[in-house]
């Protein structure tokens, strides 16, 4: 594995690791592999990046349901709990915000039990994903929110290097100018792979898979 380097905020417990070289994702090949493991599994990291994510809804969005894409339930419930907390500037004090994630069916299509449903409909819906690149996850639960009756009121992820998604404002606590020299190619016109420079590993929200 490359040597990991970590990408500091005025923060101590908001950082992000990430290691250089050659990495494939399902839909695009980057220089950089961002590796946001421990704060979707770690609480206390988890909180930090919940109250930095929290900043740009509590004093003017509602938020019923949280869906969480990307492996981030943890996050999404600090979100939520960060978004109920007895507060003067905070729309959502005292009330109740559902945390949901998908199920996938052949195909990658998102669904959600008759039971869930109703966490989704009618509800204000807010996207909570690790990383927002190629916007192509974000856009599937979009797409399942809007065919499930929900509204979508925002995206948020750790890292994201757009910034919207479907004409939805995306949020992110890092963006490619904290690592200044990010990278990111569909697959066919990856410079690396016509100079011949072999992948070092495939890469999704669960991890890290060396080749």
Not at 47 to 62: C, D, F, G
Not at 104 to 120: A, E, K, T, Y
Not at 150 to 163: D, E, H, L
Not at 171 to 196: A, I, M, Q, T, W
């Amino acid at each position: 594995m490359a040597k990991e380097l970590k990408i500091r905020t005025k923060n101590k417990d908001v950082f992000l690791r990430v290691q250089k070289g050659h990495f494939a994702t399902m839909h695009s090949h980057t220089n950089y592999y961002i590796d946001v493991t421990t704060q979707k599994m770690r609480l206390s990291e988890a909180k930090a990046l919940a109250q930095e994510l929290v900043s740009e809804y509590k004093m003017t969005t509602i938020v019923d349901t949280i869906f969480c894409i990307d492996g981030m339930e943890v996050v999404g419930t600090c979100i939520a709990d960060e978004l109920t907390k007895d507060d003067y500037v905070n729309m959502n004090a005292h009330q109740t915000i559902y945390v949901v994630s998908p199920e996938f069916v052949s195909g990658g299509q998102i669904m959600f039990r008759d039971n869930v449903v109703p966490m989704l409909a009618g509800k204000h819906v807010l996207i909570a994903a690790a990383s927002v690149t190629t916007g192509k996850s974000a856009l599937a639960a979009i797409d399942a929110v809007n065919y499930y009756g929900g509204t979508v009121v925002g995206v948020s992820a750790i890292f994201a290097t757009v910034s919207e998604c479907d004409g939805h404002p995306v949020h992110s606590v890092f963006d490619p100018n904290d690592l200044g020299d990010y990278e990111s190619y569909k697959p066919p016109v990856c410079p690396f792979c016509r100079r011949g420079e072999k992948l070092e590993a495939l890469v999704n929200s669960f991890g890290y898979s060396a080749i």
